[in-house]
């Protein structure tokens, strides 16, 4: 699904100039209908699954107890 720079912008909580200046640079795919840019939502919807996925691997892997290491108490 396409939208428009405002709709994308406002998805996205960011400014449409922003969002315009990130779309000329390349760095978001957009095409150009000859009035306007159209950029396509699912990219954006898959990077913030991505995101989310990302977190949750953190926070799981930050409650991991740390090992009991075995030659802490070891005296050579």
Do not use: C, R, W
Not at 9 to 32: C, D, F, P, R, W
Not at 38 to 66: D, S
């Amino acid at each position: 699904m396409y939208v428009t720079i405002p709709e994308a912008a406002e998805y996205l909580s960011m400014s449409e100039s922003t969002l315009s200046a990130l779309v000329l640079q390349g760095k978001i795919n957009a095409i150009h209908d000859g009035k306007q840019y159209l950029v396509n939502k699912q990219q954006f919807t898959t990077h913030f699954e991505q995101v989310e996925k990302y977190k949750k691997m953190i926070e799981e892997y930050l409650q991991e107890p740390i090992p009991e290491d075995p030659d802490v108490n070891d005296e050579d």
